[in-house]
């Protein structure tokens, strides 16, 4: 074994892998891995688990492996098993693993309260509570128990809601059933925007 | 498509390698035109009128599959004599109401059983009302904007055994009605109105033809170019009938592909947070008197069809809620469903928020501040609510409104004057949750909890189930009925995990259904109307047959056909293609070899092929149904289109529809033209329209708002942004909001590459940098050269990549059948910045002065108060009645030009284009009628 090959020089490696048909002239493949390349691993070789999953932005609904190591997620990639995406992922769908990682995300309660200037922190407990006073305040507040003519309504105008279309069925399925349990009508989507 | 839906476009490009040809039809030139076949610019909105110029090429040119068309569709069903056309009351449909701006739909009916008809499955006496559905002449209210929704158009109904003439000659068959309708759409009309040359026409038109047939078939695919108008349906209808008469529906490389545009945005669709539908696309029930389970199962669905077992679904869906409860005797909790008098979509919603009458908002993962049509009144609605819940994974712009919104900048709202009271509630990922989402061709796929939400994050699951378990809590004892609706809800969900997050498992099993003894059902054929079968959503029943997780099955692609029948779960019952009956002949067979998917095994005595079946599995082909059927059993062996209540598709609809049987084109609610198919009609004239301070409408043919805007989306950015902008690669692949425009307007206006432009509609201004690009051209159309912008619609002024809101010069104006708002608009283009503060409120009223509009500043005094409505009609009554601008409103009848000089900004100067004479705008034009 000659000693250019254990020299870490790019374009000698490169000229040698050619001359010996082990690798490329054009500088890919197998001449430009280095010692340093080889001994990088990637993260989703080291994840402890692989979830499925499947890419929140367009509709096209492409697979996506998600790589989770010491409960936090490391990576997200395309599923090659997808028959509908291949394995491809657009660059929204590649930039998945910073949509669940942001360092701009908002992981806690925040209140502004009535003509409030800043926001202020609140237990989540709490915040369950007081909204549930004020669903209750609005939906009398806005009662309708018939119209002018009599027939029954027995609804509220007192909230509303529009929801986005990254929710799950599961979730717009329990929207729409206590929502409607309320009285509720003004219950809306995206899906009409 | 490949700008916004890049990876499923692979399969076009697939489709393209194995000869298909490509035809993108777009104003702009975009990455789907680069690799396209044949790139077609048209005029933002016109889109009818290039459909309609493909339909007439196909009739008058004999082109249609004919035998497809005489059994499939409803082409030989004689229409009432009492029917009047566009052809005969100069762009108008028969039955419209100038007052109440709506159709009467019962001329539009078939001619034998007319009067059934007219009801569309209601009974005669309340025949001629509400539209949509065949509706109530006993509720004006309701009239005046109909049910809504265009989703429950198959609701609609046909008296049984109409009257045909499979020749196709009677002069008041579909066809010939149709042909008539779409004879004015000739080559040159299609030229004058959407810029397109004859040539290119001919070329579509052309290919089309040639690979439509038994042996080839054509796929149409859209997005919100065609759902974005006000007259949005009827330009997706234009393209059903074009499919439909050129034998493309229910077959493989068919069809008509709705390229939705979020991740579950179908599924938000199928189990509706939509106010005018139930789960499954049942109607939601519209006040009416005596209104009862059986008056609603009789008058609001089909009778025959599939929708002919409407009461199984919806009794099951009332025993999914509320369990033991639901009995027979109580009809099964029917009256606790709370009725409908109006149009309660999401923007009437917000002018009732401006105008205090809606305490509360929950905003849901959206971003309705920068993603709605004119988000200045959408945070007017927030500052003027009491309360807004805003559950996110950032600081989206919604929830910060108060702090650093733009209407603290110019001055129009202060901080410490709004009263609103906001929760900022976290969400979970969607790698932190378990759950559904239904993908643009229907299907189910499950996405795994990866791990757990860090903090106060929360799924929605959890925080729906949390407040719906306080909410009981709170009124348990309570001894007012309007509270049973609640207190027997079936909310019983076990909870997992240290946050007690809610089995979505459980959820989705609910949602599939149970049968009588409490095990899976295999689908909605199973359901009963009797009470001894659950389903929350009638078209997911199956998503859990066998007791199986159905939508987590994700064996790989490589191990299946085509179809990947293993690989989630799409509605109905696993079905990939939709009506697929059509795929086979009248007798069973298929039309081609080639073109194969179903077909009938006489033999075996059932439908069989390479997907599952949409029709009855041992109907047999020369199936004739006995007089007075009901249900699917009404439906002849020769009936592809099963929800259907005669089986056929419809060519023209008798009923169903808002504005109209068959489509008509009209100006988008702005237009720098006249119309030139219908000079007397401009607009839909059953477009919704709200002339409040905020949303003024450009006049038309303004020469103080000369240019055309349309809205767009970038591979790089999701919707308002909350979740592409707030991420470094996406921010800084797409890293500021920018207008294209085509070197000829560059040069006319003085814009340059790279710098700025502002950007004057009657609702505000925004900034943009510049892109000069021949990717936009202008038209020659009606004999002018309309020059087009082209606007990005994802950035708002929070995150790392910020800019104006393409939704603050956007006005709301709506489908009459689906309360859509219309993202094509006009305004003026300058070069430079847009000005600060308050000079940015007297910039826009100086163009609206010039406009002849209302000033409208005094709009400041919203201000942490009511914002003062502009004009009569213009919000809500309190029964609901339909807000828009009545004919005595403001400033009516104010004529462009004839306002103040504009005098503020430098930039608001005259227009310098050359186009002169009178262009006055009478209201009474807007409103559709004649000039």
């Known amino acids: 074994m000659s000693v250019i090959e254990h020299l870490p020089w790019p374009l000698l490696r490169q000229a040698v892998a050619a001359r010996r048909g082990t690798g490329d002239a054009l500088g890919r493949g197998a001449a430009v891995r280095s010692r340093g390349t080889e001994a990088k691993v990637a993260r989703t070789a080291t994840a402890d688990r692989v979830a499925d999953s499947i890419c929140p932005f367009c509709a096209v609904g492409c697979g996506q492996k998600v790589y989770v190591k010491d409960e936090k997620v490391v990576q997200v990639e395309g599923d090659p098993a997808s028959p509908i995406s291949r394995g491809r992922l657009c660059p929204k769908g590649s930039a998945s693993t910073q949509l669940v990682t942001s360092p701009s995300r908002v992981t806690t309660v925040k209140y502004r309260r009535p003509h409030g200037t800043e926001w202020e922190d609140l237990d989540l407990d709490v915040a369950m509570e007081m909204i549930a006073d004020r669903v209750l305040d609005a939906r009398r507040k806005g009662w309708q128990e018939t119209d002018e003519s009599g027939r029954h309504l027995r609804r509220t105008l007192g909230f509303a809601s529009l929801g986005g279309a990254t929710l799950d069925n599961e979730e717009n399925y329990l929207m729409k059933k206590v929502y409607t349990a309320l009285g509720a009508v003004q219950v809306e989507n995206q899906a009409r925007i | 498509m490949a700008e916004a839906h890049p990876v499923g476009f692979q399969w076009v490009m697939e489709a393209k390698r194995k000869g298909a040809t490509i035809i993108h039809v777009d104003p702009r030139f975009t990455r789907t035109s680069a690799v396209a076949d044949l790139h077609v610019p048209i005029r933002a909105g016109s889109d009818i009128a290039f459909l309609g110029g493909l339909v007439n090429h196909v009739l008058q040119g004999g082109h249609e599959f004919r035998e497809y068309v005489v059994t499939y569709t409803n082409a030989a069903t004689i229409v009432s004599e009492d029917f009047r056309d566009t052809e005969d009351l100069e762009g108008l449909f028969s039955g419209y109401d100038e007052e109440r701006r709506a159709y009467d739909p019962s001329s539009w009916q078939y001619a034998s059983g007319a009067t059934t008809a007219a009801s569309g499955q209601r009974d005669p006496e309340q025949a001629g009302g509400v539209q949509l559905q065949g509706g109530s002449s006993d509720s004006a209210d309701q009239g005046s904007q109909g049910p809504g929704g265009g989703d429950s158009l198959s609701t609609g109904g046909v008296p049984e055994r109409p009257e045909r003439d499979e020749t196709l000659q009677d002069p008041r068959c579909v066809f010939q009605v149709l042909k008539r309708h779409f004879s004015r759409y000739t080559p040159e009309m299609v030229e004058e109105t959407c810029g397109i040359a004859p040539e290119q026409l001919a070329a579509v038109a052309d290919a089309l033809v040639r690979n439509s047939g038994r042996e080839r078939t054509t796929a149409l695919a859209y997005a919100v170019g065609w759902t974005h108008h006000t007259v949005g349906a009827q330009m997706i209808r234009t393209a059903a009938i074009l499919q439909t008469l050129l ?27 939509l106010f005018n539908n139930l789960p499954g696309y049942l109607p939601m029930p519209y006040a009416r008197d005596g209104l009862d389970l059986d008056s609603y199962i009789e008058q609001d669905t089909a009778s025959t069809g599939f929708w002919g077992n409407s009461r199984a679904y919806l009794v099951s869906m009332l ?84 702090k ?54 929360r799924s929605e699951l959890w925080f729906y189930f949390h407040l719906g378990r306080i909410l009981r809590e709170r009124l348990a004892g309570s001894t007012d009925p309007n509270d049973r609706a609640l207190l027997d809800l079936t909310w019983d969900y076990s909870t997992e995990g240290s946050h007690a997050e809610p089995s979505a498992e459980e959820v989705l099993r609910e949602i599939s259904g149970t049968g009588p003894d409490g095990s899976a059902v295999s689908g909605y054929t199973e359901l009963k109307a009797d009470g001894s079968t659950r389903s929350g959503c009638w078209i997911y029943s199956g998503a859990y047959a066998d007791e199986v997780n159905q939508t987590a099955r994700r064996k790989p692609g490589w191990e299946q056909d085509l179809t990947a029948a293993e690989w989630g779960w ?136 000369p240019f055309v805007f349309t809205t767009y989306r970038l591979t790089e950015h999701h919707t308002a942004g909350g979740m592409s902008r707030t991420l470094p690669y996406l921010s800084e692949l797409q890293p500021e909001m920018f207008c294209e425009v085509s070197p000829e307007l560059a040069r006319m206006q003085g814009l340059d590459h790279m710098g700025w432009a502002t950007l004057t509609s009657g609702r505000s201004a925004i900034e943009a940098r510049v892109m000069v690009t021949e990717r936009m051209r202008p038209l020659r159309v009606g004999g002018e050269v309309v020059h087009q912008i082209g606007l990005p619609w994802h950035w708002g002024p929070n995150g790392l990549s910020t800019g104006d809101a393409a939704n603050e010069i956007v006005e709301i104006a709506l489908d009459a059948n689906t309360h859509i708002q219309d993202k094509v608009g006009t305004c003026d283009i300058r070069p430079g910045r847009r000005p600060r503060g308050p000079a940015l409120v007297e910039h826009v009223a100086s163009y609206r002065r010039r406009a002849g509009l209302p000033d409208d500043r005094d709009v400041a005094s919203a201000r942490g108060g009511t914002l003062v409505p502009g004009g009569a009609g213009a919000q809500a009554d309190p029964d609901g009645t339909v807000a828009r601008g009545g004919p005595g409103g403001p400033a009516k009848g104010a004529d462009e030009e004839s306002g103040g000089s504009g005098t503020a900004h430098p930039g608001s100067d005259g227009p310098t284009d050359d186009r002169g004479g009178d262009r006055s705008d009478h209201r009474t034009d807007h409103r559709g009628s004649t000039a």
Not at chain 2, 254 to 273: M, V
Not at chain 2, 407 to 434: C, Q, W, Y
């Open chain 2, 247 to 273: 034998g493309n529906i229910g077959r493989p490389g068919g069809g008509i592909l709705a390229l939705r545009g979020h991740a579950s945005i179908q599924g938000s669709t199928d189990i509706p947070t």
């Open chain 2, 404 to 457: 650093d919104g733009p209407e603290i900048e110019t001055g129009e709202l202060r901080t410490e004057d709004i009263g609103t009271e906001v929760f900022f509630m976290p969400s979970a990922n969607h790698v932190e949750k378990d759950g559904t989402f239904t993908n643009t061709q229907r299907l189910l796929q499950w996405h795994h909890k990866a791990v757990e939400p860090p903090d106060d994050a």
């Open chain 2, 570 to 705: 799409a509605w109905p019952a696993n079905r990939r293609v939709l009506y697929n009956r059509a795929s086979a002949d009248p007798q069973g067979k298929p039309w081609s070899e080639r073109k194969k998917l179903v077909w009938w095994d006489e033999d075996a005595g059932r439908w069989t092929g390479d997907d599952i079946p949409d029709f009855e599995a041992t109907k047999r082909p020369d199936y004739v149904p006995p007089a007075g059927a009901k249900g699917p059993d009404a439906l002849a062996g020769t009936d592809p289109f099963v929800m259907q209540a005669d089986g056929k598709a419809w060519l023209f609809a008798p009923s169903g529809v808002a504005d109209g049987p068959m489509p008509s084109h009209y100006e988008p609610t702005e237009s720098p033209i006249g119309n030139p198919v219908y000079p007397k009609v401009t607009y839909s004239p059953t477009r919704q329209d709200f002339d409040v301070p905020g949303n003024r409408r450009n006049p038309a043919r303004s020469r103080v708002y």
């Open chain 2, 319 to 402: 025993k999914s809620w509320w369990g033991d409860a639901a009995t027979a005797e109580n009809d099964f909790c029917f009256d606790r469903i709370p009725r409908l008098t109006g149009d309660h979509g999401t923007y009437q919603t917000v002018l009732d928020q401006i105008a205090g009458k809606v305490p509360g908002y929950f905003v849901v993962g959206q971003n309705p501040a920068v993603g709605s049509a004119n988000a200045r009144l959408q945070r007017l609605g927030l500052a003027n609510s009491e309360w807004v819940v805003v559950r996110d994974l950032q600081m989206i712009e919604t929830a910060t409104f108060w």
